[in-house]
């Protein structure tokens, strides 16, 4: 898929009517943890903060990371978790998870966190009414790594993904591996013996080894407060932990008393049960939404499409590995109990010709989807670094695209979550300026008329954006107006 060298950066949709309107943070490639408000508008920055992601507690703390593990020893491991004030000042830290000795480094105490986490008090690490995350106290859930062998799995070293709970001092009190229920998981024999021969290999730089990221869990949260546990389904108990695994296209909730995998959908969609779905490929950021807010206790996911799975060989996957191919992205809202598809946003919603089109709204990696309390949900098309919010009714209320660049040259976006702006005491609640969208079917970039001709161009168009409103240049005033 192709894309423009030019585009516009910042906010470029706000209907303040209709959004549910506050403070939306992420990490903002190479800069740290930004804070923008509705406009666009960088508000903080938490320079240097690494955000896999960041989320915001009440009073304007942050949680984030210091640091990464060379990447020549290792596969997204953060260094630690740290909460930080508003000053940058780290209040609080956990990295006692692994004692590490890599070549070249001194040794080393680390969390080896990745993709998510939770504090205490919330279940999911965004805002819903009554449901605060706790800020000088509690437990926090950490998905984790660690490095093992398991010859049910497979004969090569598996990265498997251990999810931890540890209290406000760093203890660890509850540790779940992965890899001690790979029985419960799902895989028929195709995908078993895939597996085996190569638990998706990942090679570490010049050490020239590898080790197997065979599920690749990307979400850990608690189950949290919800309607089918009140009605007597213990599947569902607050306590227990919803994850979901890209590379096998599960997601699952795990008992947090037994252990046991309780509830799991895929990997196999062709189950009658579930067969109306269609396929949940690669997906990102599956949890229940949280009671106060609409849909509450319904799955909500996106499910990027791109590639994933083990099972039999197919012309995209001669050998079984990442078996199941899809070129666009769905956000899916689903009842856990009867498998109904209650909402969804996909290429469709979203105004384009299906199936032609469908790749203009897709994201094959990372991403993530947000309910807000007036029922809009927040989308993060996270491999374009654009973010915006959508109603019910799939009107796009707000939009905004990533200004920073990563290493890679990329403007990825891992995850975004908006919170209220009482939950930033620390600011005056911005200006709300409307930014109305631009109609593309009349819009045209002025170009410079021949020299001598008496043709003058009227047409306006919209440049990169000042202090988060949109600014209008007319080629035939040649000048700058600041719309709003």
Aim: proline content about 6%.
């Amino acid at each position: 898929m192709g894309h423009s060298t030019i585009y516009p950066t910042g906010a470029t949709v706000y209907n303040p009517a209709k959004a549910w309107s506050g403070y939306t943070v992420y990490q903002a490639g190479e800069e740290g943890v930004v804070l923008i408000d509705m406009n666009g508008k960088e508000v903080h920055l938490w320079k240097g903060l690494l955000g896999f992601p960041a989320k915001i507690l009440p009073g304007g703390y942050v949680l984030g990371s210091t640091g990464r593990r060379d990447p020549k020893f290792g596969i997204q491991d953060n260094v630690d978790l740290v909460q930080v004030d508003w000053d940058g000042n780290i209040v609080w830290k956990f990295n006692g998870h692994e004692h590490i000795e890599d070549p070249g480094y001194e040794p080393l105490w680390y969390a080896r966190q990745h993709h998510d986490y939770q504090r205490e008090g919330n279940p999911v690490g965004y805002y819903a009414p009554g449901l605060e995350p706790k800020v000088n106290s509690g437990k926090t859930l950490i998905l984790a790594h660690k490095n093992l062998h398991n010859h049910d799995i497979s004969n090569k070293e598996l990265l498997d993904d251990t999810i931890l709970e540890v209290d406000f001092e760093g203890n660890v009190i509850w540790e779940w591996a992965a890899s001690d229920h790979f029985a419960e998981l799902g895989f028929d024999e195709a995908a078993r013996n895939v597996l085996f021969r190569d638990p998706n290999t990942r090679s570490f730089g010049h050490l020239g080894g590898g080790v197997g990221d065979w599920l690749h869990i990307n979400s850990a949260s608690y189950v949290g407060p919800n309607k089918f546990y009140d009605n007597g389904d213990a599947r569902f108990h607050p306590d227990n932990i919803i994850w979901d695994a890209r590379e096998a296209n599960i997601i699952a909730i795990t008992d947090r008393a037994t252990g046991a995998i309780v509830w799991r959908l895929g990997p196999d969609y062709n189950l009658p049960e579930v067969k109306h779905i269609g396929w949940i490929i690669g997906q990102h950021h599956a949890h229940i939404i949280p009671k106060g807010l609409p849909g509450e206790g319904n799955l909500l996911v996106f499910d990027n499409g791109g590639w994933g799975g083990y099972g039999l060989p197919n012309p995209a996957s001669p050998y079984g590995q990442k078996n199941a191919v899809r070129d666009h992205s769905r956000v899916l809202e689903i009842n856990p109990v009867t498998f109904e598809i209650e909402w969804q946003y996909t290429s469709a919603e979203a105004g384009f010709s299906v199936p032609t089109d469908s790749y203009k709204f897709y994201s094959p990696y990372i991403s993530s989807a947000q309910r807000l309390v007036n029922g809009n949900t927040l989308i993060t098309e996270g491999s374009n670094g654009r973010l915006f919010e959508v109603t019910a009714e799939h009107e796009i209320v707000w939009e905004y695209v990533s200004p920073y660049k990563d290493g890679r040259n990329t403007n990825m976006v891992y995850r975004s979550y908006r919170v209220p702006y009482s939950w930033v005491p620390q600011l005056e609640k911005p200006q709300e300026t409307e930014i109305e969208p631009i109609d593309v079917t009349s819009f045209r970039v002025p170009g410079a008329a021949p020299k001598g001709s008496d043709s003058v161009v009227s047409v306006a168009t919209t440049l990169p954006f000042m202090e988060g409103a949109a600014c209008v240049a007319t080629a035939e005033e040649g000048v700058l107006q600041k719309k709003g």
